[in-house]
């Protein structure tokens, strides 16, 4: 016969990893969190670019180097969605929008992809929050989210 | 001298009130970085 307290303490064990399995599932379901993606690497990464998909959808293809990141600033109107790749030309970087739920690596030979709504207007600093030498406190990029062209 | 077909009932109620302690706090500092996250997306 198992201990009361034994199995109480099961029971509860067994039902908040329930509560925190349901809760990643709704997070990455109905709220869309998206989990990062490594993607087969080739040169094309290597090109710093921004590119327009659709109305509303964009690709921005991130080069980390030591020590910025390229493109630098990139403008994009308010609402979009915005598929980020990044890579890296040296060593490993960090990649994270402050405020936006973006953590990524930039790896040299890697692509880490994900995808992120821009729904409020504003800047939006970018840095590397990966050591990377001694230029990593400077490093870092822009996001402007603008207004939809007139 | 206790009886030894009786025992007294005991209850850790220390161990009881830590443990639930415990476990408040881990779902405290869980879902709040869990929300921290959802407000973010
Ligand atoms: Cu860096």
């Known amino acids: 016969m198992i201990d009361k307290f034994e199995r109480n303490v099961i029971i509860t064990a ?13 997070a990455m379901g109905a709220r869309k969190a998206d989990v990062t993606e490594c993607l087969p690497y080739d040169k094309s990464y290597e090109t710093a670019r921004v590119n327009q998909v659709d109305k509303s959808t964009y690709q921005i293809f991130y080069v980390a180097r030591m020590w910025n990141f390229e ?20 060593v490993v970087h960090g990649f994270n929008i402050y ?14 992809k994900t995808t992120i709504r821009f729904d409020q207007p504003g800047v939006y600093k970018v840095v590397c929050h990966e050591f990377c030498g001694t230029g990593h406190q400077n490093m870092q990029a822009e996001i402007i989210v603008n207004f939809p062209k007139k | 001298m206790q009886d030894p077909n009786h025992p ?8 009881i009130a830590f443990f639930v302690l415990l476990v408040a706090i881990g779902l405290v500092i869980w879902f709040g970085i869990y929300f921290l996250m959802l407000s973010r997306i």
């Open chain 1, 71 to 90: 493109p630098a600033i990139a403008y994009i109107p308010v609402g979009s969605e915005v598929d980020l790749f990044v890579t890296s030309l040296d």
């Open chain 2, 8 to 15: 007294e009932k005991f209850v850790p109620r220390g161990a």
């Open chain 1, 14 to 26: 067994f039902c908040l990893s329930g509560l925190f399995i349901f809760s990643l599932l709704y």
């Open chain 1, 99 to 112: 405020n936006k739920n973006v953590n990524l690596m930039g790896v040299p030979g890697g692509v880490a």
